[in-house]
């Protein structure tokens, strides 16, 4: 059993060498290659700009109002604002045709 005094040892010496590989993992930016916290690998500026890239593109999708995986129309779910969905989304009763297989394909626009 370890006395008090190795025991603090100890433990200073697992926050100093968490310390160090917390030095070693941060992350740089995958498009700018900024340092940016954690592992999220994008910085702020960059990550804002794929947000707003991904946006424009699901208003695309949904101003041509077609699903992408299965061709069906897309329609708009009312729970949360800017949810769209395929209309062959989820189960026989909530599928505009139960005939044709279900789809999963669902996008917010904002």
């Known amino acids: 059993m370890l006395d008090l005094s190795s025991r603090m ?4 010496e697992v926050v100093r060498e968490t310390k160090q590989q917390g030095d070693k993992k941060m992350a740089a930016c995958k498009d700018c290659g900024k340092r940016c916290k954690g592992y999220i690998g994008y910085c ?3 990550e804002s700009k794929r947000t707003l890239n991904r946006t ?3 208003i695309k ?3 041509a109002d077609c699903c992408p995986q299965c061709g069906s129309k897309i329609k708009r779910n ?4 800017g949810w769209y969905q395929c209309e062959q989304f989820g189960t026989g009763g909530f599928r505009k045709d139960i005939n044709k297989p279900a789809c999963s394909w669902q996008i917010f626009t904002v």
Do not use: P, R, Y
Not at 78 to 81: G, H, K, P, S, T
């Open 78 to 81: 009312l729970a949360l604002n």
């Open 9 to 12: 040892m100890h433990s200073q």
């Open 56 to 58: 424009e593109q699901a």
């Open 44 to 46: 702020k500026t960059c």
């Open 61 to 63: 999708i949904v101003n």
